[in-house]
């Protein structure tokens, strides 16, 4: 069964730091392009951080374009996102995704595609 699980989220104060973990089963993550969306309520997702298995790049959206960082543990088949500088503006639930169309202002699920995605975590960044 694909499975992505999702944790180290919480309330943080404006300027703080926060690392999400992703953890696959049922797959294997380097596989596949993967990364994260988040949604805030009443706005549309928007994809945060991917790597892409075409290239090998990581792409980061211009809002967290120097103070997020995506990175992976293959061994443990988990990804990270590293979230410092955090404003109240990151608000949002974060999820992970695999298969994914990853490239420089592009992210997406990809369309009848493997359809790996967790349930998220909750970030709260308080000003």
């Known amino acids: 069964e694909v499975q992505l699980v999702e944790s180290g989220g919480g309330l943080v104060q404006a300027g703080g730091s926060l690392r999400l973990s992703c953890a696959a089963s049922?797959?294997?993550?380097?596989?596949?392009?993967y990364g994260w969306f988040r949604q805030a309520p009443g706005k549309e997702r928007e994809g945060v951080s991917c790597?892409?298995?075409?290239?090998?790049?990581?792409y980061y959206s211009r809002s967290v374009k120097g103070r997020f960082t995506l990175s992976i543990d293959k061994a443990k088949n988990t990804v990270y996102l590293q979230m410092n500088s955090l404003e109240p503006e990151d608000t949002a639930l974060y999820y992970c995704?695999?298969?994914?169309?990853?490239?420089?202002?592009?992210?997406?699920?990809?369309?009848?595609?493997?359809?790996?995605r967790g349930k998220g975590t909750l970030v709260t960044v308080s000003s």
């Open positions: 049922g797959f294997t993550l380097d596989d596949w392009s």
């Open positions: 995704a695999a298969d994914l169309l990853c490239a420089e202002d592009i992210m997406a699920p990809m369309v009848n595609g493997l359809g790996a």
């Open positions: 790597i892409s298995s075409g290239d090998g790049n990581t």
